[in-house]
């Protein structure tokens, strides 16, 4: 069974513009959520999204926003770009039920803000 | 509003166990403890999970104190290839598709493994 995708791996971006990360979570997981590591802050959740629905949100300006497709493929977009959202950006899928529902990570898209 | 304490980093010699603590003082009820980890330019890697009693799997054990308020993971046999940052976490196992999940990560440990 194929992992968690994102692309893409590695983007270069300048202040003001906006970006869209892809997440093409494993076959079968309904749920997709969306992490921003950086070295100074480590891991942030950003959102959550099933079945369409974002069903949970982290701490986030409303400048990062997402969605999810019926396939469950997802999309977060950060528009105005600021020097400080230069992070890892990490995508996991998870079933939803029963308490195994540990999360699978995808190897990330690095972003860079110029 | 970091939910679990670890210590920014640890050495241990390769072969030996390396026991990583976590204090999770406020955990509630239904929390559960989580332990991920982070092998440099990969996503996290889940490793093991636990309610109250103590759990094993083929990758590491979960010790979990009577009280709750700490755990600790043991790698019985760290390998150079156990160097990595981990991270433990709690949260509610989600038992309905419409439920909400609180997630928290941490700063993690650095676990360094020493030849």
């Known amino acids: 069974k194929a992992g968690v995708t994102q692309t893409p791996r590695y983007l270069i971006k300048t202040r003001g513009q906006q970006v869209t990360l892809s997440c093409s979570p494993i076959?079968?997981?309904?749920?997709v959520s969306w992490y921003q590591q950086t070295p100074g802050q480590g891991l942030q959740f950003l959102f959550e999204?099933?079945?369409?629905?974002?069903?949970n949100k982290g701490n986030f300006p409303g400048r990062f926003s997402g969605r999810q497709f019926s396939n469950s493929r997802s999309e977060m977009n950060v528009s105005t770009l600021e020097l400080g959202d230069s992070a890892l950006y990490l995508c996991?899928?998870?079933?939803?039920?029963?308490?195994?529902?540990?999360?699978?990570f995808g190897p990330g898209t690095r972003l860079t803000v110029l | 509003d970091a939910k679990t304490t670890q210590p920014p980093s640890m050495d241990c010699a390769e072969g030996r166990a390396a026991n990583l603590p976590c204090n999770h003082s406020?955990?509630?009820?239904?929390?559960?403890v989580y332990w991920y980890r982070q092998i440099h330019s990969q996503g996290p890697q889940y490793i093991i999970h636990?309610?109250?009693n103590n759990e094993t799997n083929e990758m590491a054990s979960l010790i979990i104190t009577e009280d709750r308020k700490s755990s600790t993971l043991i790698l019985p046999h760290a390998t150079l290839r156990d160097t990595a940052v981990y991270y433990c976490?709690?949260?509610?196992?989600?038992?309905?598709?419409?439920?909400?999940?609180?997630?928290?990560f941490g700063t993690g440990t650095r676990l360094t493994i020493i030849p």
């Open positions: 996991a899928s998870s079933l939803w039920g029963g308490a195994a529902n540990e999360q699978f």
């Open positions: 076959s079968g997981h309904r749920s």
């Open positions: 999204y099933f079945s369409e629905t974002q069903r």
């Open positions: 406020t955990i509630s009820g239904n929390e559960y």
């Open positions: 636990g309610l109250k």
């Open positions: 976490t709690v949260r509610v196992p989600r038992t309905d598709p419409f439920g909400n999940e609180k997630l928290t």
